[in-house]
């Protein structure tokens, strides 16, 4: 894993867009994997933001998001897909149509998976996965435990997840209790992966992806297995580890 050390959350985002941008830019066709959360939300304001200074198109672009929350409609302010037409979708040219998440409402939750599995697979893969890091060292919404052979799936949300996402609702109590996330096989299928890890909430995670052994109970550390993993961490994501190794 190559890891790129930034100042803080500003740089994280710009190093972050800055190489995005240019995968897209050299693509005649490109699957990007897309992730949520507070981490990646000023990373796609500058990637809208290069397109847009430069008329850079995305209508070769297929996106991909790793999870969404079941029971929430697309309209919900509090589902994947509003965050993603809000921080992204709206700001570049990508067509709708090419712009994919999980179905939190479908009837069947579980054809729904497969169906978002197949779908993946019958465009090809994913070229490059943007993924965040939980403290609990989660991926998409794999929880610790979650076999590194899983496909997309049905996920309970831990306790810890329900809570470090209740600031995003007005109370705990509506943050919903299940989800659709890609696998850990899915994401590990990835061409390519770019982890951003940012803030001292996450300086543990990050030193135990570096340090620690591959072990399901740490859903991460199966990313030291991948070829090709490219980590952008600040200083204060970065600063217990640092303080064992010289970086
Ligand atoms: P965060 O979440 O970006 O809101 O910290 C990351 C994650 O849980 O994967």
């Known amino acids: 894993m190559r890891v790129i050390q ?4 500003e ?19 490109l699957s990007l994997g897309l992730a949520t959360g507070g981490t990646p939300e000023e990373t796609y304001t500058r990637l809208a933001e ?25 309209e919900h302010p509090n589902s994947y ?3 993603m037409d809000q921080h992204l979708f709206t700001k570049i040219d990508i067509p709708k149509e090419q712009t994919h998440l999980p179905n939190g409402t479908a ?34 919404f794999n929880e610790p435990g979650t076999p590194f052979n899983t496909g997309t799936h049905l996920v309970e949300l831990t306790d810890e997840t329900r809570e470090a996402n209740a600031r995003y609702f007005s109370a705990k109590a509506n943050v919903p209790t299940k989800a659709i996330t890609m696998g850990i096989a899915s994401i590990m299928e990835a061409k390519e992966i770019v982890l951003l890890v940012s803030g001292q909430s ?3 995670a990050f030193a135990q992806l570096m340090d620690g052994e591959i072990t399901e109970e740490f859903p991460a550390s199966i990313l030291n297995n991948h070829d090709n ?11 217990l580890h640092a303080s064992k190794h010289v970086l």
């Open 50 to 74: 290069k397109a847009n200074k430069s008329n850079q198109s995305f209508s070769h672009v297929n996106t991909y998001n790793l999870d969404e929350y079941v029971g929430l409609a697309p």
């Open 6 to 9: 930034v100042k803080d959350y």
């Open 107 to 140: 009837v069947e939750l579980r054809n729904e998976c497969n169906r978002y599995e197949r779908l993946i697979k019958r465009d090809g893969g994913i070229d490059v996965q943007l993924l965040g890091i939980g403290a609990n060292g989660h991926i998409g």
């Open 11 to 29: 740089e994280m985002s710009e190093a972050a867009a800055t190489l995005l941008f240019s995968r897209v830019k050299e693509a005649s066709s």
């Open 202 to 204: 996450k300086a543990h």
């Open 81 to 83: 897909r509003y965050y």
């Open 229 to 239: 993993v490219t980590i952008i961490a600040d200083e204060a994501a970065i600063s």
